[in-house]
Nanobody
Framework: QVQLVESGGGLVQAGGSLRLSCAAS????????MGWYRQAPGKQRELVAV???????HYADSVKGRFTISRDDAKNTVYLPMNSLKAEDTAVYYC??????????????WGQGTQVTVSS
């Protein structure tokens, strides 16, 4: 069984910063990629940023230059410092992990979500 636990969401004024963290635990052999998605009210869930096992990153155009994804493989943790936040960044942010468990089965896991609210 695998768990993803997110932290770091909250309320911030436009132009401010927050740092999201997501720790994966459980029956994890290796993690291929970890990422962050977000879902605003009335909108579809969208990719924010992803980082692969090799350290390659990909960002949504809307967050490039403001968000930076990183990972600590020793802790099975992914981080997302978010700077220059805008009202349109308001959403529930979900952590995602593409991993291999100890039975060598590949699976995708999601965190419970953390609310980020940016006031204008």
């Amino acid at each position: 069984q695998v768990q993803l636990v997110e932290s770091g969401g909250g309320l911030v004024q436009a132009g401010g910063s927050l740092r999201l963290s997501c720790a994966a635990s459980g029956s994890i052999f290796s993690i291929n990629a970890m990422g962050w998605y977000r879902q605003a009210p009335g909108k579809q869930r969208e990719l924010v940023a992803v980082i692969t096992r090799g350290g390659s990153t990909h960002y949504a155009d809307s967050v490039k230059g403001r968000f930076t994804i990183s990972r600590d493989d020793a802790k099975n943790t992914v981080y997302l410092p978010m700077n220059s936040l805008k009202a349109e960044d308001t959403a529930v942010y979900y952590c995602n992990a593409d991993l291999i468990d100890y039975s060598l089965a590949r699976s995708i896991h999601w965190g419970q979500g953390t609310q980020v609210t940016v006031s204008s």
